[in-house]
């Protein structure tokens, strides 16, 4: 069974920073897509990052381009994501997610991590 669980979330004021983590198991994890989205009261869930199963291509949303990256460590089977000038519009459940190799959909998805952006 695979197990997705995010951490990292919180409460941080705006212009700061947070860095979230996702740990997979019960799968390869070098064999999967990651990906981050994140959804706000009231909206869609939106893919926010996304990062190819070598890492070596890596999407991000216009709205946090220049401000949060997304990295992985097959070795600790983990994916992160740094945020970096928060903004209040950022504030929303993040949710990690994975997708098998050469398949679009992600299938694997985390409970989710409340990020807070005060103002």
């Known amino acids: 069974q695979v197990q997705v669980i995010e951490s990292g979330g919180g409460l941080v004021q705006s212009g700061g920073s947070l860095r979230l983590s996702c740990l997979v198991s019960?799968?390869?994890?070098?064999?999967?897509?990651m990906g981050w989205f994140r959804q706000a009261p009231g909206k869609d869930r939106e893919v926010v990052a996304a990062?190819?199963?070598?890492?070596?291509?890596?999407n991000y949303a216009d709205s946090v381009k220049g401000r949060f990256t997304i990295s992985r460590d097959d070795a600790k089977s983990t994916v992160y994501l740094q945020m970096n000038s928060l903004k209040p519009e950022d504030t929303a459940v993040y949710y990690c997610?994975?997708?098998?190799?050469?398949?679009?959909?992600?299938?694997?998805w985390g409970q989710g991590t409340q990020v807070t952006v005060s103002s």
């Open positions: 990062i190819s199963w070598s890492g070596g291509s890596t």
């Open positions: 019960g799968r390869t994890f070098s064999a999967l897509g």
């Open positions: 997610a994975g997708r098998e190799l050469g398949l679009s959909k992600y299938d694997y």
